[in-house]
């Protein structure tokens, strides 16, 4: 898993919650991988130093539970990933061979996919690679490094996973089938609660990438309704600008992220959650939103499509800002069935997530494969 420079969620709760389903199976012991760049060299031009690393960080993923192994890489531009692979598959070929893995899995196919089919290929072992939102976009449209890494997962990983059935379909397209796994939320963290009222809330970055300046021209013309932004604001967007320009003045509000439990109270005080991005997986918010008790409104994104209809929420196409605001009036004021709402999410949710998972690392640990395909 790679983490991200960040003291309180170094590494996805919906990954790690994938990783202790798969620790859980009978027979099989799961060892979490970490790389961390070099702490002497945290400050170079690369990836990895832009971001700012602290040493705090490292601390906050050494408390995880699987306790993972730390393994140290050099961070180096524009290879930082490259260098974190060969960092991890020289650590485990020094091994020997009765502690080495068996099977090594990874998600987002630029990243720990990449890695774990790196890795994997080094020691002639299967591999699982996990293709997240905006992998089918690197391999259909992006150059460069990024591209190139995502290409070597697709192609020679043993298996590949998809989160959602239209990214399946994008990358059967290019030429491989995907199972497809939903790295959902857990269900012990989100559930319903009664719906009384309450803000329109949003849960992302904070910025255009997540089209949030769609979301507020549409606030503007709600005049009765509130916005709660939960989320990091992205570098560049001016979140104080774009309110006083729009007038929106004391109706929106913004929170940082925050532990699961603080966001599921967010949930159970909102009225609607709006996703305005175009996503190619689910995004989480989505889910979150549906396994407590909130309808969703969201961009008529072809993953969007799988999850909402009018029984659960409204898609919006394009950047109407009437239509959006129609949805998202009808949505904070009409009466949804709970359970309904609840079912779609569980669809999605970490549940299903654990049963597919579980059963794909099953497969690839009793695949009998050449070892010359696994180089």
Known sequence: MFPKPDVRHPISAHELDAARAVAAMRGVDLEIIVPLPLRALRGAASWMG???WKDAVDDAIRAIEPKPTVIPFLPVPR?????AA???????IARPPARRPKLVEGCRLDVAGFCATFVARSLEVPSIAVAWSGDLSALQRLEGPRRRRARFAF????????????MAVGLAELGRAAEVIPFGPSTRTFSPSPRNGGPVLFVGTIGHSRRVDVLLDAMALLPELSLLLVGAIEPGFDLPFELRRRGLGERVSQRLPCEPSELAASYAACSVVVVPGRSEGVPPSMIEALLSGRPVVATASPSATEVIDEAVGRRVTGDDLEAWRDAIRTCATQTFDPSKLRAKGLEFSGDVTADRLTEL???????????????
């Open 50 to 52: 832009r971001n700012g």
């Open 361 to 375: 690392t099953a497969r690839a640990l009793s695949l009998d494969v050449p070892r010359a395909e696994l180089r």
């Open 79 to 83: 290879r930082s990933y490259q260098s």
């Open 86 to 92: 060969m960092a991890v598959a020289a650590s485990l």
């Open 155 to 166: 192609d020679r990983a043993t298996y590949l996973a998809t989160v959602c059935r239209s």
